[in-house]
Nanobody, 116 residues
């Protein structure tokens, strides 16, 4: 049974940092792509960053320089290090997994709130 479990969200002050983690379990083969999307109140879900099993990364242009995505294939775990956080980064962050069989999975989301 496939499970996608995120952790690491919370409340942080502007300028602070957070590290999100997502563990994907129940896959026979390592997922092709893992990553993060986010959805702020009243807005559509948007890409944050993705990473392939070979380590190729893709970042939203507006977020480049403040984020680092990484992955541990042995653990089917993806990480998102977020620095210099701004109030505009407040959103629910969703883990995204594209499996070896080209099927997409989503986590339940973890709330990130940037506020003083």
């Amino acid at each position: 049974q496939v499970q996608i479990v995120e952790s690491g969200g919370g409340l942080v002050q502007p300028g602070g940092s957070l590290r999100l983690s997502c563990v994907a379990s129940g896959f026979i083969f390592s997922p092709v792509t893992m990553g993060w999307y986010r959805q702020a109140p009243g807005k559509q879900r948007e890409l944050v960053a993705t990473i392939s099993s070979s380590g190729s990364t893709n970042y939203a242009d507006s977020l480049k320089g403040r984020l680092t995505i990484s992955r541990d294939n042995a653990k089917n775990t993806v990480y998102l290090q977020m620095n210099s956080l701004e109030p505009e980064d407040t959103a629910v962050y969703y883990c995204y997994v594209n499996s070896y069989y080209d099927r997409e999975y989503w986590g339940q989301g973890t709330q990130v709130t940037v506020s003083s």
